[in-house]
């Protein structure tokens, strides 16, 4: 295979600030499609990296035998679509995460990658990212001990993106706090301790301080270019969790908004020897005893290109065959999770798996 001829799908936030130039970077790629619903989103990206055809039906260029694969750029209602289509047309899918909106859609996107035997990765970047894989490679390698506990924190003061718009429709994106954020953290902890499978899980999500649009006061809004006042809050804000698996127990605290003006974004791994606090894609600090006496050891990484690193992969697998790190076979297992934790909540009840 010569140049991987790519088509961008969903010219949105995620597409033009990482997955764009992270192709364009790229030796062996070019990006061939710029593909939106909004036509000049598409042209938008035409004029900004002088290369490429500005399309909006994303089957033109499935279509075209010259693309090789596709990234799926979109809103969580079209993961699984889109994914699927591109995957019968005969191309390789890299699709932004959640894979999506709910588990019986991503176990289908999984169905169709092993019939099809197409490359499906998920947009799990922090998997590329150096310091979980330092503590992926310290866990694995014994230095904790038996990790028996993770504790995941995401909670945030009132930060709820682009309030009434597709972020806050369930419609569209599956759920709010738990699938936006909560899956980068689940699936960080899944890879940190080797993939374990989930047991059981018991969680609660609260759809509280977002529900009055216009009256919701904050001081940040990512996304607020797609605020609606007279849209829908449907999605929620916060997310309580407790999961059983065949590795280590873990408990989850997450919430786009909270009335605790504290940002916390952190894993704590749990040993037997030893523990580690990772900040979210950033330093780690691990925490022991040595020689009789306690220690602390803070760990810097160097400003690194997660995104690159994970389109690299993913050419790399079109190229080989190989099975990558974020291919859908582990990205499912958080979908598990989130649709457990979602449906132990409707239910009042917990799950087994």
């Known amino acids: 295979m010569s140049t991987i001829k790519i088509a961008v799908i969903g010219c949105g936030c995620i597409a033009r600030s990482s997955h764009i130039p992270c192709y364009m970077a790229a030796e062996d790629a070019e990006i061939k499609y710029f593909c939106d619903t909004i036509p000049e989103k598409a042209q938008a ?17 499935l279509e075209d035998p010259e693309i090789d694969a596709v990234s799926v750029c979109t809103p969580n209602r079209m993961h699984s679509v889109i994914s699927i289509d591109a995957m019968r047309a005969g191309k ?60 995941i924190n995401f909670r945030s003061h009132r930060s709820i993106p682009g309030i009434g718009g597709a972020f806050t429709t369930k419609d569209i994106s599956g759920g709010g706090v738990l699938i936006d954020w909560g899956v980068h953290r689940l699936d960080q902890v899944l890879y940190c301790v080797g993939e374990p499978d989930p047991i059981s899980v018991t969680g609660a999500v609260y759809s509280k301080l977002g529900t009055d649009i216009p009256g919701y006061v904050y001081r940040y809004m990512w996304s607020e270019s797609t605020r609606d006042v007279n849209g829908t809050y449907d999605v929620e804000d916060s997310v ?16 786009w908004a909270q009335n605790i003006e504290e940002e916390e974004q952190y894993l704590d791994f749990i040993g037997t020897k030893a523990g580690i606090r ?19 050891e803070d760990v810097e990484i160097p400003e690194i290109n ?14 080989t065959g190989e099975k990558e790190r974020s291919h859908i076979d582990y990205a499912i297992k958080t979908s598990k999770i989130m649709q457990g934790i979602y449906d132990s909540s409707k239910n009042g009840k917990e799950i087994i798996f």
Request: net charge neutral.
């Open 92 to 151: 390789h899918v890299l699709c932004e995460k959640p894979a999506a909106r709910v588990y019986s859609e991503a176990l289908e996107m999984q169905k169709v990658q092993r019939e099809t035997g197409k490359v499906l990765n998920i947009g799990v970047v922090c998997r590329f990212h150096e310091a979980v894989n330092q503590v992926r490679r310290r866990i694995l390698d014994g230095e904790l001990g038996e990790v028996y506990h993770v504790f």
């Open 278 to 296: 990772l900040q979210y894609c950033g330093n780690y600090k691990v925490y022991g005893t040595r020689n009789g006496e306690l220690f602390t």
């Open 306 to 319: 997660m995104f690159q690193r994970e389109i690299d992969a993913f050419l790399h697998c079109i190229r």
């Open 240 to 255: 309580s969790a407790f999961i059983r698996t065949t590795g280590p127990v873990i408990t989850l605290e997450g919430a």
């Open 45 to 61: 990206c035409v004029q900004e990296q002088g290369c490429g055809i500005a399309i909006t039906d994303y089957h033109v260029a």
